[in-house]
């Protein structure tokens, strides 16, 4: 059943779209290191789309210095 949010994805996957978001999810896991910046993470305990320990990756990956950077997580919260 195709969901009637508007910010949901009903198309067709293709297998080559597929291969370049994991291309690209590694070389940002590759890059990590270098994001300097500051920035904030707002993750849901359950949510179902996007893998929660991945927040706590990009806090503890990057080297943003601790004062800059900050995990807002929600444990009863997630993606519908």
Same mark, same amino acid.
């Given at each position: 059943?195709?969901?009637? /949010?508007?910010?949901?994805? %009903?198309?067709?996957?293709?297998?080559?779209?597929?291969?370049?978001?994991?291309?690209?999810?590694?070389?940002?896991?590759? %890059?990590?290191?270098?994001?300097?910046?500051?920035?904030?993470?707002?993750? &849901?305990?359950? /949510?179902?789309?996007? /893998?929660?320990? &991945?927040?706590? /990756?990009?806090?503890? &990956?990057?080297?943003?210095?601790?004062?800059?950077?900050?995990?807002?997580?929600?444990?009863?919260?997630?993606?519908?």
């Amino acid at each position: 059943e195709e969901s009637q /949010d508007p910010y949901m994805f %009903n198309g067709k996957l293709y297998v080559a779209t597929v291969a370049s978001l994991l291309n690209i999810m590694e070389e940002c896991k590759r %890059n990590l290191k270098r994001l300097k910046t500051p920035f904030i993470v707002a993750q &849901g305990r359950i /949510d179902k789309v996007v /893998d929660p320990n &991945g927040a706590f /990756d990009l806090i503890e &990956g990057s080297s943003t210095p601790p004062e800059f950077k900050q995990l807002l997580y929600y444990k009863n919260a997630c993606t519908t």
